[in-house]
């Protein structure tokens, strides 16, 4: 890897970033990660990897398959794409810095046991975990000795990121497919792994340059402040999976809610009637059209807030429609129609909250269905941390009887834990660079800085 990390430390952050992963996804079962070393070696080698009980309470951890990526692991030499040798996914996610899924087993090109021996391998999803080459040399690129491709091109010369990693998970039959939304969150999760491994090098390159302060004090304060803010902006993408985790929840509610309601079928068949007039007044062919047609299909998906979900609508199919009917000859019923079943869709928003459907939930207490409502569709433009207690919280009463309750609660407690890690790293991030700034002519104000200090504020 082109991180130097205590071996320890990177073993224990790949298992929590497959325990969230398991934890999060239900229809996968196990996990595995790869270091990627230092150019031009490039060897893969297998860190750890993760098995979850048919209970999806327990994960065993270890090495227990044989594999050519097991320690002292597979140099790139030998894994890389080359004529009369089987095709991997390792040698893809780690040249072309993309991933690989593999949604039909027993049709995939680059399973090296379906190629040598027959045998199609399970479902799976490989995704890279990249960092930027400026954050990790901290804007100063050491001239290293990128390996070459078959072709004898030389690896990520253009690109603007480096491969450390590669994650693997397996899932169940007949569950994974390319761009689904399990893959947007393996891809998401795997940046905070680059985030997190990231964050341990900059603790030893900080502490070195903290130590040069006294002989390059200008120079060690634009190191210190643009690495370190670096790492602080991708905090958004804790809030980014917090959010995605509240649309989850708000998901398996109104699932429960509607079950035996007449009114748990009003989104889809909105989007099916919409997309119906659509046709009928002129086609799909057109680029708006499509474009139209997407965003509708995409809306099935989401479980937004109401008022952000009212916004998105708005947006992203109302204003759609307006431009669109400008341009084409729709009469009065059909335009009403229109109307009629984008409205439709913003009071699917509402469905969650509804009064009379709620008067007539009677498996959870009074006083706890309605905070769990107030909770669940407020506003989340700011999400604060006593907000994930109280949700937590309310994710332990059994009552609620949610199909990922369980899950939802811990995957939220992982979140909750590492924006309070980040949240503290900006607040001693600040402190830092505001003595740094204001002053450091004696070198004084830096010495109450110890080095224990330094590293818990990076940490």
């Not at 934890?23 to 790869?34: E, I, W």
């Not at 940046?191 to 340059?209: D, F, I, K, N």
């Not at 509402?350 to 207490?365: E, F, N, S, T």
Request: hydrophobic share 35%; with cysteine.
């Amino acid at each position: 890897m082109t991180i130097k990390l205590d071996k320890g430390v990177l073993e224990q952050s790949c298992k929590e970033i497959i325990e969230t992963i398991l934890f999060c996804l239900p229809n996968a079962y196990k996990g595995t990660v790869y270091r990627i070393g230092k150019p031009p070696e490039m060897i893969a080698r297998r860190i750890t990897a993760g098995i979850i009980d048919d209970e999806r309470k327990l994960i065993s951890w270890g090495l227990p398959v044989k594999s050519d990526y097991n320690p002292p692991g597979k140099p790139w030499k030998e894994y890389r794409d080359e004529p009369g040798r089987p095709l991997e996914a390792m040698a893809w996610c780690v040249e072309k810095q993309k991933s690989w899924t593999s949604e039909n087993p027993n049709n995939d090109v680059r399973s090296v046991r379906l190629q040598v021996d027959g045998v199609w391998e399970d479902y799976h999803h490989m995704e890279p975990v990249l960092i930027r080459k400026e954050d990790l040399y901290l804007g100063s690129r050491p001239s290293l000795d990128y390996p070459l491709n078959f072709k004898g091109g030389t690896l990520w010369q253009a690109n603007e990121y480096v491969v450390i990693a590669v994650i693997k998970i397996h899932f169940q039959p007949d569950t994974i497919k390319i761009g689904s939304p399990e893959t947007r969150i393996i891809k998401k999760l795997s940046r905070a792994l680059g985030t997190e491994l990231l964050s341990y090098q900059l603790r030893q390159q900080s502490v070195e340059a903290m130590r040069q302060l006294a002989e390059d004090k200008i120079n060690s304060c634009n190191i210190l402040a643009d690495s370190l803010r670096n790492v602080i902006t991708k905090s958004g993408l804790i809030f980014s999976l917090i959010k995605l985790e509240l649309g989850s929840l708000r998901e398996q509610w109104e699932g429960v809610l509607l079950e035996q309601s007449d009114q748990r079928k009003m989104k889809i068949e909105a989007v099916r009637a919409l997309n119906k007039v659509l046709r009928d007044i002129g086609g799909t062919s057109g680029e708006m059209e499509r474009d139209l047609i997407f965003m509708q299909n995409k809306f099935l998906g989401l479980f937004l807030p109401p008022e952000g979900g009212e916004n998105w609508v708005r947006m992203q199919i109302e204003e759609r429609w307006d431009e669109l009917l400008s341009g084409k000859s729709a009469n009065d019923e059909q335009v009403k129609q229109i109307r009629g079943h984008i409205d439709q869709l913003k009071k699917s928003l509402y469905l969650g909250m509804d009064p009379d459907l709620l008067a007539r939930y009677d498996k959870i207490p009074e006083h706890l269905k309605r905070e769990w409502i107030d909770l669940l569709y407020r506003n989340t433009d700011h999400i604060d941390l006593l907000f994930l207690d109280k949700l937590t919280c309310i994710l332990k009463d059994p009552s609620l009887k949610l199909p990922f309750q369980e899950k939802s609660r811990k995957c939220l407690v992982h979140l909750k834990t590492l924006a309070e890690i980040m949240g503290r790293l900006e607040d001693d991030t600040n402190a830092v660079l505001r003595q740094v700034l204001n002053g450091c002519e004696n070198g004084a104000s830096l010495s109450v800085l110890k080095n224990s200090q330094i590293r818990q504020a990076i940490l």
